[in-house]
């Protein structure tokens, strides 16, 4: 017996020192601003550089709530950079670089109601009475509306104007409130974000949306991370989700997740980051 042992023994040996496969069983899950680059800002090169190592070891995969092109000028070419790229929280969705979904508001609502829904919005617009008035008042997105009472091409000056008056005076939740009672039968969602609009879609296309494409039985663990985790915050639903286990960036500094990454997959993390403004 003790040949077989010393055998076994030797075996295991040889095992541990190999380097160990990629275990896509392991998905590590991105929130983009304030997790893998400061808000609205490009993503250092020492980031993409630990991404990649963190690759080799487990499955990676980005979820954000811009489109498309907005997240490639923040990341450059998310679809191959990341095993599962989400886009518009998953209404648009790549896997190894491949198109596998893409989700719309128009074919989800019906143009009958998506038309009820702006006309009611103008017809609001037009009798609301607040200081200044520019222009886009809704910009249609494919998974959502923006609805702005200002109007999206105002200043820097008249946003923050508008975000003063409307903490006093509540234009957005009074507008808000009132959507919910007429358009209670389009089961939507308002979300009152930035300074100067919110966000009407239907229930459930939040972050969760993209969980549709990971089946269960294909992982063992989902890490989110992300930093909006607060009720409220457009990373809370995917963070509180039974199926993902969440890890929140409080400080909103993409350094902070790359610790944590190194703590829980032993990947090096860099000392700094390079400054956005240097790359």
Request: contains cysteine; charged residues 25%.
């Amino acid at each position: 017996g003790v040949v077989a042992s010393s055998d076994a023994t030797s075996a295991l040996l040889t095992l541990l020192a190999a380097p160990m496969g990629k275990n896509a069983r392991m998905l590590a899950l991105f929130d983009v601003d304030g997790t893998l680059t400061e808000p609205r800002k490009v993503v250092s090169p020492e980031t993409l550089d630990f991404l990649k190592a963190l690759r080799d070891k487990i499955a990676i995969g980005v979820v954000g709530g811009s489109d498309l092109v907005k997240q490639k000028e923040q990341l450059g070419d998310s679809p191959t950079l990341f095993d599962w790229c989400f886009a518009e929280n998953g209404l648009l969705a790549h896997k190894d670089g491949a198109l596998i979904g893409q989700t719309s508001l128009v074919s989800h609502l019906g143009e009958a109601s998506l038309k009820r829904l702006i006309n009611w919005v103008l017809a609001y617009f037009a009798n609301l009475d607040i200081p200044v008035k520019r222009g886009t008042f809704v910009e249609f997105r494919q998974g959502m509306l923006n609805v702005s009472p200002i109007g999206r091409n105002c200043s820097r000056e008249e946003r923050n104007d508008f975000e003063k008056f409307d903490l006093e005076n509540k234009v957005r939740e009074t507008m808000v409130a009132k959507m919910r009672v007429e358009f209670a039968d389009l089961n939507l969602t308002y979300s009152i974000g930035g300074q100067i609009s919110f966000d009407v879609f239907p229930k459930g296309w939040d972050k969760t949306f993209c969980l549709q494409y990971l089946p269960e039985a294909d992982f063992d663990e989902i890490h989110f991370f992300g930093d909006k985790t607060f009720v409220g915050g457009n990373d809370y639903e995917i963070f509180t989700h039974p199926r993902t286990i969440g890890h929140s960036i409080h400080d909103a500094d993409p350094l902070t997740t790359l610790k944590m990454l190194k703590e829980l997959f032993g990947v090096p993390c860099p000392a700094a980051l390079t400054p956005p403004e240097s790359h």
